[in-house]
């Protein structure tokens, strides 16, 4: 399994950006799928956006148009830019990945092995 690390959470107000990071290291057999994950405070975890290799993109609903996922596959890092932040986008967030396709879905958690330990995001209104 590879160790993820995830970073650039923060505190910003509503209608500002924030742009998260997750590096992989551990395993020289590289993930081939990737997904940010977050989960608001008293709430279940959720999918944000997940990629693959190809570069194909899925995103909740709740984030189209405003997050932006993408992958450096030379530095094997996975990123996600969010803009116009709302407080409803606020909780932690964590990156995942597996090497396996996503058969149930790419925004369901079960379908990642391995997990970073979250970076906060809060936005204020």
């Known amino acids: 399994p590879q160790r993820l690390m995830e970073s650039g959470g923060g505190s910003v107000q509503a209608g500002e950006s924030l742009r998260l990071s997750c590096t992989a290291s551990?395993?020289?057999?590289?993930?081939?799928?990737w997904a940010w994950f977050r989960r608001p405070p008293g709430k279940e975890r959720e999918g944000v956006a997940a990629?693959?290799?190809?570069?194909?993109?899925t995103y909740a609903d709740s984030v189209k148009g405003r997050f932006t996922i993408s992958k450096d596959d030379a530095k094997n890092t996975l990123s996600l830019q969010m803009d116009s932040l709302k407080p409803e986008d606020t909780g932690m967030y964590y990156c995942?990945?597996?090497?396996?396709?996503?058969?149930?879905?790419?925004?369901?958690?079960?379908?990642?092995?391995?997990w970073g330990q979250g970076t906060q995001v809060t936005v204020s209104s």
């Open positions: 990629t693959d290799n190809a570069g194909i993109a």
């Open positions: 995942a990945s597996d090497q396996t396709r996503p058969s149930g879905g790419a925004l369901e958690s079960y379908e990642y092995r391995d």
């Open positions: 551990g395993n020289t057999v590289r993930s081939k799928y």
